[in-house]
């Protein structure tokens, strides 16, 4: 059964920083990984998905990587910027259909 | 393309009554799902179908829960009777040939 987990639970930084938020599965078998943001009292936005036969997933400052012998995937979010504070959350697939989710980062970028 | 439609945004019943959640997918994707989320267990699949046929209901967690997909364009999540325990956010989601999710923007229950 595929588990997965993120830390640090939340995260705060100034303004301008660079940032890695962090997903770690136990199921190596994975199929894809995918990423998404909660803004509070909102859906989930969908920010990068990352199939099992790449490695890496670029979108405007937003970079995520799937290293799936480790068993763990990174956010990289460049030259943050306060619109960024939001809930991270990182999905593995349980085979080809389920989607399994971690708890979430919750990031807050301070001006 | 308006993205995956919820209904109610929100809805406060009391105990005892039944409660139906409805959810329009993206035209042309062949998978529903519906998620939960509470503050304690985070987010969690309840069913999926897949064209329309239920494939896997084994995150539905009581009888009082069950899930219909008449048609492609249409899903209800019905609880009868509610129960407080009930209370939490309902998403729906579907899924198309890219494999990506994409999200509705869930349905907040309350149960007094």
């Known amino acids: 059964k595929q588990e997965v987990t993120q830390i640090p639970a939340a995260l705060s930084v100034p303004e301008g920083e660079n940032l890695v938020l962090n997903c770690s599965f136990t199921?190596?078998?994975?199929?894809?990984l995918q990423w998404f943001r909660q803004d509070p009292g909102k859906g989930l936005t969908s920010l990068l998905l990352?199939?099992?036969?790449?490695r890496e997933q670029t979108s405007g400052r937003l970079n995520a990587s799937l290293d799936k012998s480790s068993g763990r995937s990174t956010l990289y979010i460049a030259a943050s910027q306060p619109g960024d504070s939001a809930t991270y959350l990182c999905?593995?697939?349980?085979?080809?259909?389920?989607?399994?989710f971690g708890q979430g980062t919750r990031l807050t970028i301070n001006p | 393309d308006a993205g995956v439609i919820q209904s109610p945004r929100h809805e406060v019943t009391e105990m005892g009554q039944e409660v139906t959640l409805r959810c329009k997918p993206i035209?042309?994707?062949?998978?529903l799902f519906w998620y939960r989320q509470t503050m304690m267990r985070g987010l969690e699949l309840l069913i999926y179908?897949?064209?329309?046929?239920?494939?896997?209901d084994s995150g539905m967690p009581e009888d009082r829960f069950s899930a219909k997909m008449p048609n492609a364009s249409f899903s209800t999540l019905k609880i009868q009777p509610s129960e407080p325990r009930d209370s939490a956010v309902y998403f729906c989601?579907?899924?198309?040939?890219?494999?990506?999710?994409?999200f509705g923007s869930g349905t907040r229950l309350t149960v007094v």
């Open positions: 990352i199939q099992s036969s790449q």
């Open positions: 989601a579907s899924r198309g040939d890219n494999y990506g999710y994409t």
């Open positions: 999905a593995a697939f349980q085979g080809a259909q389920k989607l399994v």
């Open positions: 035209s042309g994707h062949d998978y």
């Open positions: 179908f897949n064209n329309n046929v239920p494939i896997d």
């Open positions: 199921d190596s078998a994975i199929y894809n």
